[in-house]
């Protein structure tokens, strides 16, 4: 903030700044120019009602006002709102105008060469998908993710639709399904957060498991085979059950931080051999234990054996060894936590 200066010399520099004379600023606020005169060599100061009306005229604030001296983070603040408010106005009209020339350059691409609309309808239901993501969320100011995750469900449904009248085929039956299943977890996801505002992480994570396995019955249903039971249930129920462990840790584990990204660590290094050795069992193909993760010689011999590369045992190792670095210094640091707690 500037040095203050007297009452009249602010207003007379703000008023030589407005590029206005006191004849100008007097006909403005309603009072006479002697009046502005007197402002200005400090013999008199403006009414109370008159302040909101010298500010504006001046493009000042009341607490630049009342202080004689400018604001500069104030400034700094509004410079950088004007810059948003810019960046925002550009971003509109470049998405408008893209969309804009793709859509009538598709248009009449399709009337020239098809001499009728088809693949049209599939580059404007698609242009809809993106204005959902890109351009929608500027216009709307209430219910933003409600209207934008709205136009993105209607666009995406227009657009399997578009290409089924494009193609033909009864693959859409299993389209329209796998997709109204898919946009269930967004939206269920809205709406625990919008009407059921407790415990929105674990019912979240709840809801994602229970999505997991209806996605992939629907995709079964429509795609056929007898993998479903013997190879999707088991992995996806899997893969959950490490992200429910993780989840636990961070949500309810009331640890230090250090604690919490080693355990996160650990669960990351244990992942990829113990995944690996499922997958394995449940193709009835051979694949790496867990002890040939803990061969650590590979790494000094760069040995490959049965198509088990050498790299996978050298991330493993250092995955574990930064999980055993956060663990220790996260012991260390709750040890100390708990004792002064004391």
Known sequence: MEQNNSFGQYIRKKRLAAGLTQKELAGRLHVTESAISKWERDMSYPDVSLIPDVCRALSIT???FFTACD??????????AEVGRRVT???????????????????????????????????????????????????VKKDRLALCLGGATVSLFLLLLACWAYTGGVWVLGGLA?????????WGVWAIWRFYT?????????????????LLTVVWAFAGGDWLWTLGF????????????????????????WLKAGIIA????????LGSWLSGRLLGQPAPTLADYFDWARILTHQDVGGFSWLNVLAFSLMLLAAAALLIAGAVVEVRRRRAAR
Not at 71 to 80: G, I, L, M, S, Y
Not at 266 to 272: C, D, G, K, N, T
């Open 62 to 64: 009341e607490h630049e």
């Open 89 to 139: 106005a550009a971003w509109k009209w470049f998405f408008y105008i893209s969309y804009s020339i793709a859509a009538v350059t598709c248009f009449i691409c399709n009337l020239a060469v098809s001499h009728t609309l088809d693949w049209f309808w599939i580059v404007l239901a698609s242009l809809m998908l993106a204005f959902s993501f890109t351009s929608l969320p500027l216009l």
């Open 234 to 257: 088991p992995i996806a129920a899997f893969s959950l059950a490490f992200l429910w462990v993780g989840f636990a840790c961070l949500y309810w584990l009331r640890v230090n931080g």
């Open 198 to 214: 407790l415990h929105v992480p674990p019912l979240a994570m709840a809801l994602l498991s229970v999505w997991v396995f209806a």
């Open 71 to 80: 604001d500069e983070k104030e400034h700094a603040q509004r410079r950088e």
């Open 266 to 273: 650990l669960l990351a290094a244990l992942a990829a051999p």
């Open 178 to 186: 796998i997709t109204a299943v898919s946009l269930l977890l967004p």
